[in-house]
């Protein structure tokens, strides 16, 4: 098992001081430990941002005063034991702990759960899941239930795969949830969709959270809102991250340094501002606000103002793959024949179709909806004509670089070079910024 501890020796060297005036490590009023993982050699089909994102998260919150325990390429069982050991030492540590939990690598959803995947995954079926990869939702009630400061539980695995290539397929992204009380669920893509491909050497989610994380005196909504925005401008609406927080501890990464210049803050991003109607914005405007509250109302609001607007059918896409998210996800907590013959009546062919029918298999009953059943009552409504279109199909990358755009997203913006020299542990390897790792708990190379 490749566990390591990220060592850091020198501490932001060269071109430090242009940072320290903007953030500084905020005093800790609490305990904080991190556990960042990134999977890229994979044996179905290496990736090649997780690792280089892993590192770049990780010297991120090494800096701002966490205690970081760091891996990469980690099969099940190393992926087991690591999970447990954090366990252990997030219970040792005490009430007064906040914990970062991020998993870079590949994720699937399987019945209402997300699982993350060892590098030898073999996962020919949809059955295979549960024995192959690590169901999510184990680790974060687990990490929930000590009853600590907060946890945040970031998912950057919102990709596609290349598991499950029969005719009875897996829906693409990852799946809908709700946090557990006091903690942040994040993903690098909306429920239901996945990330586009990314060249190198960094994703864009990994490097605009990074950003973020390091802008003294935000606080942990702005930093998710924000990392949102910058992620959809980066690669032109193909991925548009989203979480979802009861996250009750105020919390800040840095403080502001002293010297700092004024914040920076957009004119949509204060309370006033997010409360006023998404009528009374212009267009583009809007556009952000919506982003920026990332509601399914909100997208609606933009719909009734600016039906005819070319982000008009960016946001139909959003609201479609929203709108079918939590359409399954209620479908998955009623877990009855009814429920599944609900959704297949709303989405005949739509992402989660095979899902319902295996569902409906374990019951014995019918694999399509009969005549006459009891349909469940969903909090959103059916989707209208016109939606079905964006999610008539399994895997989304915001159904957007397909259907809208019609072209590839640019490559992200990266960090400028001085950035690039302040993170010590990188190494750079056939023109690229590798991160270097250590090779056991104690000892760097």
Known sequence: MRLIRICL???????????????????????RIALVIGNSAYQAGALPTPANDAGLIAQTLQAAGFDVVGARDLDQDSLRHTFRDFLDKASASGPDTVVFVYLAGYGVQYEGDNYFAGVDAKIA????????????????????????????????????????????????????????????????????????????????????????????????????????LRVSDATKGGELPWNVSKFRTPFLFFDRGPDAPAQQTSSLQNSAMRS??????????????????????????????????????????????????????????????EAYWSYLRRYPHGPHGWDARRRLEHFEASLEPPASFAVI?????????????????????????????????????????????????WQRRQNQLIPTFCQSRYSCR
């Open 125 to 228: 079926h949809a059955t295979d899941v549960p024995v192959e990869a690590i169901r999510i939702s184990d680790f974060t009630k687990s990490l929930a239930a000590l009853q600590n400061k907060g946890t945040m539980m970031v998912l950057d695995a919102a990709r596609t795969n290349p598991f499950v290539r029969s005719d009875q397929p897996l829906a693409g992204g990852l799946a809908i949830v709700e946090p557990d009380p006091n903690v942040l669920i994040g993903f690098n893509a909306a429920p239901g969709t996945v990330a586009p491909p990314e060249p190198g050497p960094y994703g864009a989610y990994a490097h605009a959270l990074a950003e973020m994380m390091r802008m003294g005196g935000l606080g942990l909504d702005d930093v998710f809102d924000r990392t949102r």
């Open 276 to 337: 006023k109607a998404i009528r009374d914005f212009d267009a583009r405007d809007a556009y952000l606000a919506a982003l920026d509250r990332d509601t399914l109302r909100g997208y609606e609001d933009f719909l009734a103002a600016y039906s005819d607007d070319p982000m008009a059918k960016r946001v139909r896409a959003i609201v479609a793959a929203r709108r079918e998210a939590i359409t399954w996800r209620q479908t998955w907590i009623a877990d009855s024949p």
């Open 377 to 425: 009552a969903y909090d959103v409504p059916p989707p209208p004509e016109a939606e079905i279109v964006y999610v008539d199909r399994l895997v989304l990358f915001s159904t957007i670089l397909n259907l809208v755009l019609c072209h590839r997203p640019r490559r992200p913006s990266f960090f400028c070079r001085h950035h690039h020299r302040n993170l010590w542990f």
């Open 9 to 31: 020796a020198v501490l932001l060297m060269c071109g430090s001081s242009s940072i320290v005036t903007v953030v500084r490590a905020q005093a800790p009023l609490e305990k």
